[in-house]
């Protein structure tokens, strides 16, 4: 099966068997994707780190059904019902869904109605009632009543028990049904009774309807919430109760059953609907409600991990002495400043906003830390308070224009998981709980990804929905995202603290901390080899984290840059061919051809990143550091017109559209249609998380705090956003809680408040009831 695998992913991927195989051999070797992606290029034939994850995850997917495939046929096998056309079918399914499908009516259950029924001897009355549709219901089980079975009616019950259960566990059936209903049904959400006015965030879905396949992941999202805060309910595939449905009829056809007015076939006809009604459609509500969730979530983890991604490699501002402000009202605001290394060189509290309205007092502190500090850049966190800091660090610009100092609004976002996080009551056991936060928003102004890393991904706030996504299905996104961010980087050996390298490939948190009390104990490495002196870093470990681990400065100039020790030999037989210094040189290294320094273990590909890397070493691939510019006067939504040109960053892409923060506390929403002037399939092809943007805004909710902007300067407010789906307006996805890290941290503002665009209001097909019963009794429908 192993071969079978490989050529199923190479044939999704549209790669080769032999990239996949080798792909494949080094993960299941401990390889990382990092590592393969960088290092191994000549193995896997180049293939990235995005097909790599897919890879590794559909490998893991695929294993997992063959390991299910294998219990299933031991376990029709051991009931002695294996046949070679039944095992044939098992062998070819090719999802966990068709396995399932095909093991129902042999997967061990509970005692069930059919089988009392095949126990009482009425197997042979339903087999002939469906075989012979001319028979009598009636006389026919009349033959059938015995001690166990009472009457006529019991018996008749008993083998449209039998039927029923045949129908429904007949997988062929199942199936082909399953894709119908997914093709071809719909979605239906009306709100629940006394619930209208609680439930008004939910108001776009009061009586909504729309097709399964076009759904979008946040919609699902947001009707599965309404339904289990109790304020709507779903209804899948509704249809009219009094007519025979589509999917009747093909169950009818698949066991012969046609009503031609013969005697049984009134009864047959009923038992047929009463297996759709009663037991299929359950058992597909079941089925797609879990495939809109694992599609939504799939969307949505998608959406989260990219805007982490954007977030990691923001431009870092560098090496420069920043203050870091954390506003508050009552409690003030905290201030921290650290030197260019990070390093805490002096912290205050001061309350210029009310109720104290120390302004001029706070003024002077500032000032004063400034000049002490030689601060270049000040970081303003973005929640309560942040635009009258904002003004607060524009006046001490006014009042210190020799200083120089350039001020920055950052996301806060999990500031106060990591202040309160074991690791800051290490970093900083001297510092009270409050000021930490003030720390970490220097800091991530400085270099974010390092800062970044020390909170948990989930508590940086830049997805969809994330309280409704499955907790390890997002973890295992985000901790990957987060991993490819840092090696795609690369990271400081002698700076950077445990949790960044533990985001290296190979490095576990044990060997992190092994590695940073070396460094503490022996001074900063010296050489990658010294690496090999730290305790349990073995050969494995070294090979997959020392391409990605930089020691500026060193014994060897290569030990600054991303080339692999394994590949110094190469760049020495370079340096000899070209008989000059090669790093940097750039004349120099466009002489020299890859393909004249391939050898049994480099090939071009290698040879070629080797070059590139020479010519700029170390070199960063994140883009150069810029700051927004918040409009003047501009503080409040109540502020923003219509009309307005206004500068403003990126702080969240969605599938529908983007979010910038304008500086009054609530972003706005761009929506997909106003991103540009042409068709726009996915928001991050035009935008990205910090991006800094101009935008105009079209309109202004003050009472939902709800802000349209535009990236088309040229729209006018209340014009159209283009057709069909592109053509709602924003809209809030208000039966959203914030996910932000600092929810309960002092009332801050959610500043990543997660928006739906408008659903379209449709006019439902009439609410088919008996269908509605049925899901309500499977705990898929409201009460």
């Not at 790599?52 to 019902?81: N, W």
């Not at 985001?503 to 948190?509: A, D, K, L, M």
């Not at 500086?663 to 991050?684: C, E, N």
């Amino acid at each position: 099966m192993t071969t079978a695998i490989h050529q199923r992913i190479a044939g999704e991927l549209g790669v080769r068997d032999g990239q996949v195989a080798a792909a494949v051999d080094l993960l299941d070797g401990g390889a990382t994707v990092p590592f393969i992606a960088r290092y191994r290029k000549e193995a896997t034939g180049a293939l990235d780190d995005a097909q790599l994850r897919t890879l590794e995850e559909r490998l893991g997917y695929l294993r997992e059904l063959e390991d299910r495939r294998a219990a299933v046929l031991e376990s029709i096998r051991s009931q002695g019902k294996l046949d070679d056309a039944l095992e044939a079918s098992i062998l070819a399914a090719d999802s966990k869904a068709r396995l399932e499908d095909l093991y129902l009516p042999y997967k061990p259950k509970r005692r069930t109605k059919a089988q009392i029924a095949r126990e009482q001897g009425l197997e042979p009355l339903a087999d002939a009632l469906l075989a012979d549709p001319s028979l009598n219901p009636q006389d026919a089980a009349a033959a059938y009543v015995t001690e166990e079975v009472a009457d006529v009616a019991a018996a008749l019950q008993g083998a449209r028990a039998i039927l029923v259960e045949r129908f429904g566990e007949d997988g062929d059936l199942i199936g082909d049904l399953r894709e119908r209903m997914w093709t071809q049904g719909r979605v239906a959400s009306k709100v629940r009774e006394g619930k209208e006015e609680d439930g008004a965030k939910f108001s776009d879905y009061f009586d909504f309807s729309e097709p399964f396949t076009k759904l979008p992941s946040h919609r699902i999202l947001a009707l599965l919430r309404g339904e289990k805060e109790e304020v709507l309910d779903l209804q899948f595939d509704p249809a009219d109760e009094n007519e025979p449905t589509a999917y009747e009829a093909r169950i009818a056809s698949r066991f012969g059953v046609d009503d031609q007015g013969r005697p049984a076939d009134r009864w047959l006809t009923d038992t047929v609907r009463w297996a759709w009604r009663t037991r299929i459609l359950v058992h597909l509500g079941i089925d797609l409600r879990s495939r809109l969730r694992q599609f939504a979530e799939d969307e949505a983890v998608k959406v989260f991990a990219s805007n982490l991604r954007d977030l990691l490699l923001a431009a870092p501002a560098g090496t420069r002495a920043t203050m870091g402000l954390d506003p508050g009202f009552r409690t003030g605001v905290k201030v921290a400043v650290v030197d260019d290394t990070g390093k805490v060189v002096a912290t205050d509290t001061i309350h210029p906003h009310v109720p104290a309205n120390r302004w001029d007092e706070s003024l002077a502190k500032l000032g004063k830390l400034c000049k002490a500090h030689a601060v270049d850049l000040i970081a303003i966190g973005n929640g309560t308070a942040s635009r009258e800091t904002d003004k607060l660090a524009a006046d001490l610009l006014k009042l210190n224009p020799d200083l120089r100092l350039t001020k920055v609004v950052v996301s806060e976002a999990g500031a106060s998981v990591y202040s309160a996080s074991a690791f800051a009551s290490a970093e900083l056991p001297d510092l009270d709980v409050s000021l930490r936060g003030a720390v970490s928003i220097a800091r991530r102004l400085q270099d974010p990804l390092a800062e970044l890393v020390k909170i948990d991904p989930k508590s940086i706030g830049v997805g969809q929905y994330q309280h409704d996504l499955a907790e390890a299905k997002l973890s295992r996104s985000l901790d990957a995202v987060v991993e490819d961010c840092v090696n795609a980087v690369g990271v400081d050996l002698n700076t950077a603290s445990v949790p960044l390298l533990a985001r290296v490939s190979g490095i576990t948190t044990g060997l992190a901390e092994n590695i940073v009390s070396h460094r503490d104990a022996n001074g900063p490495f010296r050489s990658r080899r010294s690496l090999k002196d730290v305790p349990r870093l073995g050969p494995k470990a070294f090979e997959q984290c020392a391409g990605f681990l930089r020691i500026p400065h060193g014994d060897d100039p290569l030990d600054a840059s991303s080339v692999h020790p394994e590949a110094y030999p190469v760049v020495r037989r370079m340096q000899d061919r070209a008989g000059v210094e090669l790093i940097g040189n750039t004349t120099a290294l466009k002489t020299l051809r890859a393909q004249d320094f391939v050898d049994d273990k480099f090939g071009v590909p290698t040879i070629t990143d080797i070059l590139r890397e020479l010519e700029k070493p170390g070199r960063d691939p994140r883009p150069a550091f810029k700051t927004a510019t918040f409009a003047e006067g501009v503080e409040k939504i109540g502020d923003l017109k219509p009309g307005m040109v206004l500068e403003g960053v990126v702080t969240n892409v969605a599938a529908f559209g983007a979010f910038v923060d304008v500086g009054v506390h609530q972003d706005g929403l761009v929506h997909i249609s106003a991103l540009s002037d042409t068709f726009v399939k996915d928001p991050r092809d035009v935008v990205k998380s910090g991006d800094v943007v101009r935008v105009k805004v079209l309109e202004v909710d003050t009472t939902r705090k709800r802000i349209g902007l535009t990236l088309r300067l040229n729209d006018e407010p209340g014009q159209g956003q283009g057709k069909k789906e592109q053509s709602r307006g924003p809209r809030q996805d208000r039966g959203g809680q914030p996910d932000r890290g600092r929810q309960q941290d002092r009332g801050r503002q959610d500043r990543g408040r997660r928006q739906d665009d408008r659903g379209a209001r449709r006019e439902a097909p009439p609410a088919n009831n008996a269908m509605a019963e049925a899901l309500r009794r499977a705990g898929l429908g409201g009460s």
